[in-house]
């Protein structure tokens, strides 16, 4: 037995879906939240990945300092303390022993504003989100830079120094 169920003109008149006005006015609340939502997220990220890289930079300088007091000076490379990972945005930590680099060293360290160097041994840091940097801090390119500053008394962005 097979029944039919046949539904009568009225009852598909009752049956109503959504208008396009009204798709239209959610489509619109949705981009409105995301265009609110995700700046916030990108915002969080970045100050994650710098929470990141001043802490990997502690660690490294704890390690640097281990390795000079075991060895009586400091690591030719982040290799020589076993460090390999990259930075929060995929680039390697950059170091310079000022030992090491000889002469000419003065014109690869870090320097502040006055041109004035960072460190007086090594320089450790993070390039930042956008991969570039340069010697001294005032171009642009520097400022999204993590560092290490101050012979260690200073670990942060290169825009907070």
Known sequence: MEETVEMSEQTW?????FTLIELMISAALLATLAAIGIPIYSSYLDRARNTVAISDIANLQIKI???EVDNGQLPGSLSDVE???P???GHPYQYLNFA????????KARKDRFLVPLNSSYDL???GKDGQSKAPLTP???KDDIL?????GFIGLASMF
Do not use: E, F, I, M
Request: charge should be positive; proline fraction near 6%; charged fraction near 25%.
């Open 13 to 17: 008149k009752n049956l109503r879906g």
């Open 65 to 67: 300092h281990g390795y």
């Open 83 to 85: 460090w390999n990972s």
């Open 87 to 89: 930075d929060p945005w």
């Open 100 to 107: 090491a680099a000889g002469p000419g060293w003065k014109g």
């Open 125 to 127: 840091y993070s390039k």
């Open 140 to 142: 642009k390119v520097s």
């Open 148 to 152: 290490r500053a101050n012979d260690g």
